[in-house]
């Protein structure tokens, strides 16, 4: 039961910041439900690929700089690698057999939707035929995330099976 707890914990997380979370946030996240996870160890997740690289956004007002931001489903993925790790997987072993591109399929998916924000943007006033597109073009690029996603995890866990197996 605590599985689902955390499971829609993380759902909440990742409605709640659609734009993504800071460092600290995340680290606030992960003491919220109990794992321990310092601005030193995420930064070395980060480095070894392990997390996904931020996303530099500027702050409201003038001269006011910018913050890196992560996927908000960065809190669930170092749940996996902290989990991994209890199961005796070494980094490298994670980096190659589970997250191998994991980060690179949370990064199409916010590239393709700060394009098709753009292109919505743009369509305003559009004859309907070309509004029509870019709603499908984004229906379609939700089905490639998904699918991506799910072949990732369906890897992930052949390898995990491969690994109970030996």
């Known amino acids: 039961m605590a599985v689902l707890a955390k499971e829609r914990k993380h759902d909440e997380i990742e409605q709640a910041h659609p734009e993504g979370l800071s460092v600290q946030q995340i ?4 003491a919220a439900s109990g794992e321990k996870l310092t601005e030193a160890t995420f930064r070395k997740y980060v480095q070894l690929g392990l997390l996904p690289r931020s996303t530099r956004v500027g702050k409201k007002g003038k001269h006011r700089g910018s913050q890196g931001l992560y996927p908000a489903s960065t809190v669930r993925q170092i749940q996996l690698i902290r989990r991994l790790m209890g199961q005796g997987f070494t980094i ?3 980096q190659t057999r589970f997250l191998f591109v994991a980060g690179d399929i949370d990064a199409l998916d916010r590239q393709i939707e700060r394009m098709l924000s753009q292109l919505e943007r743009g ?3 559009s004859d309907e035929l070309i509004r029509r597109e870019v709603e499908d073009a984004r229906a379609l690029s939700q089905r490639l995330i998904e699918t991506l996603r799910d072949v990732e995890r369906r ?3 052949q390898a995990r099976m491969e ?3 030996v």
Do not use: F, P, Q
């Not at 680290?27 to 992960?30: E, K, L, N, T």
């Open 27 to 30: 680290v606030d996240a992960c």
């Open 92 to 94: 490298e072993e994670i």
């Open 123 to 125: 369509v305003e006033g």
């Open 155 to 157: 890897m992930s866990v």
């Open 163 to 165: 690994r109970a197996a």
